[in-house]
């Protein structure tokens, strides 16, 4: 399927709309079993932190189970595990949402709990302090102990010069200790607003019951007026190339990944975000890209590598490419490698049918997700939390299967290694790290 | 002069006051010629851009000259001229500062002048939209045409993860573009009052008669309540080094340079900042330093070479290492030099007598500096606007005499080349640019 034809109705009928208040809502249909999922979705992450205050949507995230006017602390909590449901909650940098997976006919009672908390939150010093510490043990957890980690902070941080994409999403350990009970709830109520939200039920639904739900729910919380506006610094043209190495006796498997900064699907041209889609997929996805098959399998200097492109961004995003050295292998060796493949992808075409492979595979992946209710709700609830629309979800087959090989080159060509950055994670200072 | 007695009271009787609207004013008597200099220093700069809006604080610098509500533009600098006088300004990190140099007959008519725009710019779209112009020529000159400009941008990023030093003084082009009227007036109403100035007249005047010219002058501008306060984000510690490397055809002279994130004088515990300069100096102040004999005298291997402490700064601040190689020398080569040098500095203690020379040449040379009238407006302006106290000025030969050979080895262990910057600038792109 290579022209632009409509893609065949696989899917669930999927509908939308948006309540008296501003709240959008997104029901996906799944018949097969007597569950639902149930997801809001706010539209601000890490991103939108205010400056100094890094970490205050993830960790205001923490601070939604604490309770309401209405539910004391862990009520929510405590009332889903015991209708055998699960919940959980996660914070990006451009958006945070929150989710239940529960038995049908619980649908309206986790929507009431959601509803209340989304205006209902109340906060004191005694939950906020030993939550922040909470928070702070985590961060000690994933980052403080793991060169991995640490890399990354850094690598994130030399790639954006500007932009809060830069910034870690749990926030910098300084400003996560200075955060207090005031910065979260200023926090709350400029952002956690049926305006700003997104409502996405999955299931053994439909969409007029969802509908009846959500306006005796979220429709009685009143509009705020207008949804709050993200206002972010965007990044400049830095036009030095930015090796960051880091290393560590605790790092049993050194790796080179070089980053770029590109268009999202939200501020590309037309085209350009699915050309660098399905590059990713062609030079890096699975034992038959490019990358695997000459650096895994023909020169075996690597044991691993791969590509992938967070199209899914409200401002430009990141194109990653990556590779795990075999034993005695030099990053710098692999690197060199890696900036040859690229170089072949940028001054020859993709032969047709390896084209065709890639595109039908990343179409079919998205028909497989519809398999899953969870990832269904998750890959809605991210688009349109990023600004996408249905019709940008739903016509995506299509615009995959038109992009050429020429589109793919192109994308090839706009990755500057003047312009990334690279990461070497070693386990001992060498010269290659220079 | 090892101990900490008094330095000799060498230099002129410097006096300091401050008015009922909160105005600080240094007089620094220098009664050789009938002359006088007079400088006002806001304590915001670059660092203090609102998010989004880089280049403000110089941008507001240029449109200061766009004239008052009283006089036209251009009236005040054509008055300077008109009495044979010289005037600038300049925008740094931390402080912005306007000055010029009259006969002293003239004095009350600049402090008149200058009190005037204080408080009274007034700016039209005709004259922003050009002035914006102006500045984006200027930052097209400096900048985006210079290879070694574009390489110390894109090192002070990435040095910087979070504190905006990261950011150009000048701004980033596209925010540059952006700035409107409205922008500048904000800054300029938040910033220009009499809590946030601090007056330095050096020259052929005495307290007494600097005094009633302020009062009837400065004086007369109303208190707004309470100084603007600097808000900043302050650096994680990163723990990846990161080397940026730029490559251009018009490149000359390649370099290298490793740059420290340090405390400043006004952030180190007591001695601390005085241990950095010396250590400074000791490696890198001259041709009797350890970088110009090992590296430029001995090894041949660099053609030049130096060390600089940037002390005057409100947050935690930079140290530098530089070294331009000698033909047909590479980058990593001189990198590794220069890291084995430092080694030395951190691992051995520097002799007395040269220890003892650098102090003495480091305090000879802010003595010899009081020669100069505009260096000592400009040293006291800058400290005092950094936050400084002219008791902390007047006691720093003191603490330079007390720092020890073993302060100089702590100076050099706390800087580590894991979480430091290096840069590559480079004609070609060769291997040795990782």
Redesign the interface.
């Known amino acids: 399927m290579t022209d632009a034809t409509p893609a065949p109705a696989q899917g669930p009928q999927i509908s939308d709309f948006r309540l008296a208040n501003g709240l959008d809502v997104v029901v996906i249909p799944d018949h097969r079993a007597p569950v639902v999922t149930h997801m809001v979705w706010y539209r601000n992450g890490s991103a939108d932190d205010p400056?100094?205050k890094?970490g205050i949507a993830h960790f205001l995230e923490h601070l939604m189970f604490k309770g309401t006017e209405a539910h004391g602390p862990g009520v929510f909590s405590d009332r889903v595990a015991e209708l055998g449901g699960q919940e959980n909650a996660f914070t990006s940098n451009d958006y945070t949402a929150y989710f239940q997976r529960v038995a049908r006919e619980h649908l309206g009672e986790v929507m009431a709990f959601e509803a209340d908390r989304m205006t209902g939150l109340t906060l004191s010093d005694e939950v906020v302090a030993p939550e922040r510490d909470v928070v702070l043990e985590e961060r000690r957890m994933r980052t403080d102990s793991d060169p991995s980690a640490?890399?990354q902070?850094?690598?994130q941080?030399?790639l954006f010069?500007?932009h809060p994409y830069?910034?870690p999403v749990i926030g910098?350990?300084?400003?996560i200790a200075a955060l207090n009970r005031d910065d979260a709830l200023a926090y709350y109520r400029r952002f956690y607003t049926p305006e700003n939200a997104v409502l996405v039920v999955a299931g053994d639904v439909d969409a007029q019951e969802v509908r009846a739900l959500a306006e005796a729910t979220y429709g009685r919380i009143p509009a705020r007026g207008a949804a709050p506006v993200r206002?972010?610094?965007?990044e400049?043209p830095?036009?030095?190339?930015?090796?960051?190495?880091?290393?560590d006796p605790k790092v049993e498997q050194p790796s080179v990944s070089r980053i770029y900064i590109v268009p999202s699907y939200r501020t590309a041209a037309p085209g350009v975000a699915e050309g660098l889609e399905v590059l990713a997929h062609l030079i890096g996805g699975g034992a038959t890209s490019l990358f695997y098959r000459r650096l895994v399998m023909e020169k075996k200097v690597a044991v691993a590598a791969g590509a992938y492109y967070l199209g899914t961004a409200v401002d430009d995003t990141r194109f990653y490419l990556y590779a795990l050295p075999a034993p005695d292998v030099s990053l710098?060796t692999l690197?060199?490698e890696i900036e040859a493949l690229l170089v072949e992808a940028q001054t020859t075409l993709f032969p047709a049918e390896e084209l065709e492979r890639a595109k039908n595979r990343l179409v079919a992946d998205a028909i497989y997700a519809q398999d899953n209710q969870t990832a269904m709700a998750r890959w809605y609830g991210a688009s349109l939390a990023i600004g996408a629309s249905i019709e940008d979800i739903r016509d995506w087959p299509n615009r995959i299967e038109a992009v050429t090989a020429q589109a793919v080159r192109e994308a090839a060509r706009s990755l500057d290694r003047?312009r990334a950055v690279?990461?070497y994670l070693l386990s001992e200072q060498t010269?290659?790290?220079?």
């Open positions: 400056i100094g890094s640490q890399l902070e850094a690598v941080s030399a010069a500007h830069g910034l910098w350990e300084h400003e206002t972010r610094p965007q400049p830095l036009r030095a190339h930015r090796l960051v190495s880091l290393a710098d690197d060199r003047r690279t990461g010269p290659q790290a220079a």
